[in-house]
């Protein structure tokens, strides 16, 4: 049985709330220049298809992608990113991993390192 829409975005404003505190909670608030802030807000219209409730990333989700890959633009920035995926793929239960790793070559973005939560960070350039 699927859930209320209502439900839905409860589950969804929870996430971002989680992990705008774990970016807060971070010393500083900030790793590099991208915030876990930010990296959640280019997201949040991924959610309903990283959950499996959609067939494809809709266009505000590649949207979003784009812009993170831009905002992007240091190693920092990149680790930072990862850090924060990697964050939101362990805390979350209802994402799908496989579907998650996908989203940027389903939006025709390349990235330099997996969406995974076994990814080391600290690697990525």
């Known amino acids: ?3 209320p829409a209502g439900q839905q975005q409860v589950a969804a404003a929870a996430v971002v709330a989680l992990l705008l505190v774990a970016a807060w909670s971070a010393p500083g608030g900030v790793v590099g220049a991208v915030t876990c802030g930010q990296v959640v ?8 298809y990283a959950m ?3 067939p494809a990333p809709g266009a505000a989700c ?3 992608v784009r812009s993170l890959s831009a905002a992007a633009s240091t190693a920092a920035d990149r680790q930072a990113t990862c850090n924060c995926l990697k964050q939101a793929t362990s805390s979350m239960g209802a994402l799908k991993p496989d579907l998650v790793a996908g989203i ?5 973005v390349n990235i330099p390192y997996p969406i ?3 990814t080391d960070c600290s690697k990525v350039q």
């Open 1 to 3: 049985m699927a859930r």
């Open 116 to 118: 995974s939560r076994n």
């Open 52 to 54: 499996g409730r959609a």
């Open 62 to 64: 590649c949207a979003g």
């Open 104 to 108: 940027p070559a389903k939006c025709g």
């Open 41 to 48: 807000s280019y997201l949040t219209p991924c959610l309903s």
